[in-house]
């Protein structure tokens, strides 16, 4: 049973879904980490561009080392207990016209979405990152110009909240969110947000 309230119904499993870190160290087969990029393989995105990209590898295989040297030492601390390290990376321009695609990140972003939803229907661990250095992904994994680095995620079994440090297992809790009328608002930006 959930403790997150919602200010109006939703589906409980986008109130429920979080990222924890807590990971157990086994692994997670390839046709089960699969099921996560199926599932962002039909995000929506801006004429159907599809700019995602995913770049991964799983623990104990000679590319780990390389996804797991990207990380910050914070991150590193936690993520060695994960079965799976990925990179998302978007195609700058549209396929079609080879023109500027604006919405190449939030288009990737909607497809990193439904991997983290999927992941969390399956009952693994998908947690997502930015304290990575983006400059070595693109050189040590061989990205080419014209694509953006934009995050990474690991992907683990669920483990014990003890394994973390003592300042990760405090933060070790489903976070709540901010109100709705701090977000949204009709008509133009109100003045007291300028």
Not at 7 to 33: Q, T
Not at 146 to 167: D, I, N
């Amino acid at each position: 049973m959930s403790t997150r309230k919602t200010s109006y119904p939703i589906e409980n499993f986008l109130r429920d879904r979080w990222s924890p870190r807590a990971m157990s160290g086994e692994s997670v087969k390839h046709e089960e980490f699969m099921r996560l990029l199926e599932a962002a393989r039909w995000a929506p995105s801006s004429y159907n561009n599809q700019p995602w990209h995913f770049l991964y590898a799983h623990r104990d295989t000679p590319a780990w080392k390389t996804f797991f040297d990207l990380l910050i030492p914070f991150n590193q601390d936690w993520c060695k207990q994960g079965a799976v390290l990925v990179v998302a990376v978007s195609r700058d321009t549209f396929e079609f016209n080879n023109k500027s695609a604006r919405t190449h990140s939030f288009d990737t972003g909607s497809a990193w979405e439904n991997a983290a939803l999927q992941g969390w229907s399956q009952g693994l661990v998908v947690h997502g990152m930015e304290g990575f250095d983006y400059e070595k992904a693109k050189r040590d994994l061989h990205i080419p110009a014209g694509y953006t680095v934009e995050m990474m995620f690991a992907v683990g079994r669920p483990g014990k909240k003890e394994s973390l440090s003592p300042e990760l297992q405090e933060r070790e809790f489903p976070s709540d969110r901010k109100p709705l009328h701090e977000i949204a608002f009709e008509g133009s930006w109100p003045k007291q947000k300028l």
